[in-house]
């Protein structure tokens, strides 16, 4: 008698190479592409500028209803024979074949067996799972080596399990493939009510060289590889997905199409608990509906163990310039392990997150994108044990709201646009960050970069610079509430181009020593105050008018000597006071486009405007600036100085 434990077929060629594009998800009965050939170059990157993705052809009608008609036949599982009732399908001991187009409805168990798909590349095949058991020691237990589409329909509460075992076999030596508990060379949905259990002991869990859809069910997966990968694209639609894998937990992974390696995921709750990325595409990663989405990556935050080594005065940067990129591991910096990536949602084009609710809590970064980021709904919740939001090119907040509760650096990119929703980002270091990436720590050096603000709300504690752009910084809505540093080795803002605030509300604190001012070409007022002593962190700091109205009301989260604040209510000629608590500290009349309170000296930046003392003004060329007489110039040779450190101590709360 045949069984599970003879070798696999071999996977036929033609159905390696046949990798539909995203308008092939249809219900089309021909494999023929409609659609012109969008390949890349072999070695040249994809322009992920050009991704489009029309949402009408994710999900047909038959992968989202999980119904199915009269079976074609009706099998019976046994370890004492397998049992069959109609045409299509053939049995050899433990080991099924479907050659035929048709539906199958399965029952019982098989204890060491698999069903194998090899029809033509035209057919539909629909498998009906009501009750499953089936384990196969070395090789997959559904094995879809050619068709058209398989639909794996789950009856409503249903319960299935699917098994491998440790290592496969192959009939020929380098084969490798399949590799999965389900392993489809073809298209394959997953649908119906029931739930589907999977515990992958040799690699993935559920495998397909082109779409994987799932919609409507219950899926469970433990799997010492990926949890979920399809080639071409993942798309889960009001599905329940909870995965334990020892690498990432859903993935796309087809780098040669634009249009392709992407994983869309709509009204669902999904769980991941992944060694590596918790979701991880190739072209974009888009989110809407009513998600629910819950992701551990490598093992959480608190298992980041690098040592961030930064130059000067413990913060990000030296003079305002970028992060110096010295990371050394406590363990092995150049290990293998250190290389492998740890993020929460990852993708090399898009991060699209509209709606719904997601807590991340990763090692690495919790959203990362080698382009942009877009959130405009939705609740994220992100601890991370480095940035907590990274894009190379642009973020763009226009809504819902985001906490950042951890982190190294808050949120990179190199433009970041905020116009509206709930912003709060805890970070050791800088708490907004805008670079291109082509500083490594120049001083004042100026890059393609920038912060927009033109709306929402937007809260910053930072141990490093709160509010920092390697290029410019625009406000011009909404509000700023920043609780900067409490050394004076960084500022609660940082600009190395031009600071604007020409509307909106925002108000800085922090210390003195670094401070950096906006540019009097500002459309708005605004008011400088420092401070003879450091005020303690739940001070309320309250500016008022001749007629006792409060036009900024903030209480820090932490100790501060320093005040930068702008407001709509800044009038040209009135008078203003500044109290912390209760206590007067002093007054100013707007008569300027930026008043003083107290004895401005700062040692000064190289962005924005600086007041008096100190470097003060702006340097061309990166060249160090001259130092004050009674002041030795940085000794950039030997040893760094003592850095403080943020990463052990608990973090103030942050104000309501």
Do not use: W
């Not at 409805?105 to 029809?119: A, C, E, M, Q, Y």
């Not at 993020?343 to 807590?359: D, L, P, V, W």
């Not at 011009?476 to 605030?501: K, R």
């Amino acid at each position: 008698m045949a069984g599970c434990n003879d070798k696999s077929s071999k996977i036929n060629d033609d159905s390696q190479n046949n990798e539909s594009s995203v308008s092939e998800i249809t219900e089309s009965t021909s494999d023929e592409s409609s659609e012109a050939d969008n390949s890349a170059p072999e070695n040249v990157p994809l322009d992920y500028s050009e991704f489009t993705l029309d949402k009408s052809t994710l999900f047909s009608e038959r992968d989202l209803s999980g119904e199915y008609s009269k079976p074609d036949a009706e099998i019976i599982l046994s370890d004492n024979g397998v049992t069959i009732d109609g045409n299509g399908i053939s049995a050899q001991g433990s080991e099924i074949l479907i050659s035929e187009a048709g539906t199958y409805l399965f029952r019982g168990s098989l204890s060491d067996g698999k069903i194998i798909v090899n029809t033509d590349k035209q057919n539909k095949v629909q498998l009906v799972f009501d009750g499953v058991d089936i384990s196969c020691a070395n090789s997959s237990p559904l094995y879809v080596e050619s068709a058209d589409k398989v639909f794996l329909t789950l009856t409503e509460n249903s319960v299935n399990t699917l098994s491998d075992g440790k290592s496969y076999t192959y009939e020929e030596e380098g084969q490798n493939e399949p590799d999965a508990v389900i392993f489809s060379a073809d298209d394959l949905t997953v649908n119906g009510k029931g739930k589907l259990i999977v515990n992958a002991n040799y690699n993935e869990g559920i495998a397909s060289k082109n779409e994987i859809v799932i919609a409507n069910s219950t899926i469970s997966i433990k799997s010492v590889g990926n949890g979920i990968k399809g080639k071409d694209n993942v798309a889960i639609s009001s599905a329940v997905i909870d995965i334990t894998s020892d690498k990432d937990g859903i993935k796309s992974s087809d780098t040669q199409q634009i249009s392709t390696g992407f994983v869309y995921i709509t009204d669902s709750a999904i769980t991941v608990n992944a060694q590596e990325d918790g979701i991880q595409a190739e072209s974009a990663v888009i989110a809407e509906g009513n998600n629910n989405i819950n992701i551990i990556s490598g093992g959480g935050y608190t298992e980041n163990t690098d040592v961030h080594n930064d130059m000067m005065f413990g913060g990000g940067k030296g003079f305002g310039g970028e992060r110096f990129n010295n990371i050394q591991n406590n363990q092995q910096s150049d290990s293998a392990d250190s290389q492998i990536s740890r993020k929460g949602i990852k993708a090399k084009g898009y991060i699209n997150i509209e709606n719904g609710n997601y807590e991340i809590n990763s090692c690495d970064d919790a959203l990362h994108s080698n382009y942009n980021i877009n959130i405009s709904g939705g609740n994220l919740n992100l601890n991370s044990g480095d940035d907590a939001i990274n894009a190379d090119n642009e973020l763009n907040i226009n809504g819902g709201t985001v906490n950042i509760a951890t982190s190294y650096e808050g949120i990179e990119a190199a433009f970041i646009n905020i116009s509206g929703g709930d912003t709060s980002v805890t970070a050791s270091d800088d708490g907004i960050n805008a670079s291109d990436g082509t500083s490594q720590g120049g001083m004042g050096t100026l890059s393609d970069a920038g912060v927009n603000i033109s709306g929402g709300n937007l809260h910053i504690n930072a141990g490093g610079d709160g509010l920092d752009s390697n290029g410019t910084i625009t406000v011009t809505g909404g509000n700023v509430y920043v609780d900067g540093p409490e050394n004076n080795g960084n500022a609660a803002i940082d600009g190395n181009g031009e600071m604007l605030i020409n509307a909106g509300s925002i108000i800085a604190l922090g210390s003195s020593g670094m401070v950096e001012l906006p540019s009097e070409n500002s459309a708005q007022n605004i008011a400088v105050i420092t401070l003879e002593e450091y005020c303690n962190a739940n001070t309320e700091v309250k500016i008022c008018d001749n007629d006792g109205k409060a036009v900024i009301k903030y209480k820090s989260a932490k100790k501060f000597n320093s005040i930068i604040t702008s407001t709509p209510e800044f009038e040209n000629g009135k008078e203003y006071t500044v109290y912390t608590d209760s206590t007067e500290v002093g007054s100013f009349t707007v008569e300027n486009a930026i008043s003083y309170v107290g004895t401005f000296n700062s040692m000064g930046g190289f962005g924005g405007h600086h007041g008096g003392g100190g470097f003060g003004g702006k340097f061309e060329n990166g060249q160090i600036p001259p130092m004050p007489d009674d002041m030795p110039p940085p000794d950039f040779e030997g040893e760094r100085p003592d850095m403080p450190d943020f990463q052990g101590g608990e973090r103030p709360d942050m104000p309501d």
